[in-house]
């Protein structure tokens, strides 16, 4: 069996699994999933970019097509963005508008090597995409991305399939432009391993016509220990894995459902019998990890976490897992340097800016709480923490929770009135948000704040 008639078996599976429900789903970052999930804080983030990009153009084109169109390419990009990891590199938004340049990503390792991403929104039977000769010229694959809610602007939820990818050196054009539906696509499980094959490539369309990662896939037997009943039900509706078992990608699986349902016990099992068939899988030391720290034993988490940072030391989840494991033990330096790792890799991660205040903070609080010991307070932790809220609220200006930690840090400085400031932008942040009992407290806290400089006043 060639490599694209498995892909396209495989489609066809995704294709009918679809319709029940039954995705595969995993949040990691750089592993593969059908299914992903953008909302919170992320999806603000995104809608403010394509806020300014309407507000930049909108002398020449109508501001909420602009918003729209900028979004629905924004979350495609994002999918990819997380499915593949470091394996590209985004191109700079900010020099193109509408497309231009027709390539979203390229390889890290090889900058000639194009990625076109291609987002729509419709029911999976109907929905098309299309690429230009100029697109299938300047990229290696396109990868096409289904959204499956209505991209507007009061969205809270986004569920976005990873629909496949076309080789453009399969793109046939008789025209200027041609478009295809979902059962032309190849699997987007095998869209990794084809670029892969490009890593020592020197142009942009070369590619061996059957690659290795499918040319031998071993026939094996089950694991014992696993009856085929119970493998039937964790097989995600992959039907040729009796044919074709991936043992580790299976037991991967099996520890993936049970770190979902809470029973991390098994999953360390499951992943123990993964790290025998590879030893060397970032994927299943992180989540092994994860499953340690969920248990209480933040020493194990923190050896795997080594193990994951060891294999790909350029990948911000290890570094931010590890250091709340780190935190928990003590360790509070650590994981402030964990933080400040996790944010040079990701610069515009405003989840590990605001996390990385909480430790600067609690670190003071826990010295200065000590029995016996009059420490008093540093400054310059105090100074940090403001620093990391500062640069998460420039990424994301309504970050509540943000506003709200930074006013706390403000107040430990003696600065009443930047501490004012902030929560009262906290307070009106959580009132537009619905959080109604965090808009209370912070209210109290601001009049608590302004009775107090009043006194300051009058004692003056």
Avoid at 135 to 141: F, G, P, S, T
Avoid at 409 to 435: P, S, V
Avoid at 438 to 452: A, N
Wanted: glycine share 6%; charged share 25%.
């Amino acid at each position: 069996m060639d490599w694209i008639t498995l892909l396209r078996s495989l489609q066809s599976d995704f294709i009918k699994r679809f319709t029940s429900g039954c995705l595969i789903h995993c949040e990691t970052e750089g592993q593969y999933s059908e299914l992903t999930i953008i909302s919170g804080e992320r999806l603000k983030a995104l809608r403010e970019f394509c806020w300014q990009m309407a507000e930049k153009y909108k002398r020449t084109s109508p501001v909420r097509g602009v918003f729209i169109n900028n979004l629905k390419g924004k979350l495609g990009e994002e999918v990819v963005k997380e499915r593949l990891g470091n394996v590209i590199t985004e191109v700079d938004y900010e020099k193109r508008f509408g497309g231009d340049g027709k390539i979203d990503f390229t390889l890290t390792s090889n900058s000639s090597i194009g990625v076109e991403v291609k987002s729509r929104y419709g029911s999976i039977d109907k929905v098309r995409w299309s690429v230009s000769s100029e697109e299938v010229e300047k990229n290696a694959v396109v990868v096409c991305i289904l959204i499956q809610e209505e991209v507007n602007e009061a969205q809270p939820k986004y569920h976005l399939l990873l629909a496949g990818f076309l080789p453009t050196q399969m793109i046939k054009l008789r025209t200027g432009k041609i478009s295809f539906g979902i059962n032309q696509l190849l699997y987007g499980g095998g869209l990794l391993s084809y670029l892969e094959q490009f890593q020592a490539a020197t142009t942009s369309h070369v590619i061996r016509q059957n690659p290795p990662f499918f040319q031998h896939i071993p026939k094996v037997d089950l694991p014992p220990q696993i009856p085929k009943n119970q493998l039937k039900t964790h097989q995600v509706g992959f039907d040729y894995i009796y044919q074709y078992a991936d043992l580790n990608l299976l037991y991967r699986k099996l520890g993936d459902e049970s770190l979902d349902q809470g029973d991390y016990e098994a999953a360390i099992i499951n992943y123990n019998q993964a790290l025998q068939l590879n030893i060397n899988d970032f994927y299943i030391y992180n989540k092994r990890g994860f499953s340690y720290y969920k248990l209480g034993d933040y020493t194990a988490a923190i050896a795997d976490y080594n193990q994951a940072i060891r294999i790909n030391p350029h990948v911000a989840i290890a570094y931010k897992n590890r250091a709340k494991s780190r935190f928990h033990i003590g360790d509070h330096q650590g994981a402030i340097e964990d933080y400040t790792e996790a944010i040079k890799i990701n610069p515009h991660d405003a989840i590990a800016d605001k996390n990385r205040g909480i430790p600067d903070y609690l670190f003071r609080e826990k010295q200065e709480v000590k029995p016996g010991i009059n420490i008093e307070p540093d400054l310059d932790y105090y100074e940090a923490a403001i620093a990391d809220y500062t640069q998460a609220i420039q990424i994301n200006s309504h970050d509540a929770d943000a506003y709200y930690n930074r006013g706390n840090a403000h107040f430990e400085l003696g600065d009443k009135q930047g501490a004012i400031e902030d929560f009262q932008k906290a307070a009106d942040l959580y009132w537009q948000e619905g959080k109604l009992e965090k808009h209370k407290d912070t209210r109290s806290k601001i009049v608590d704040l302004e009775i107090e400089a009043s006194l300051d006043i009058l004692n003056f």
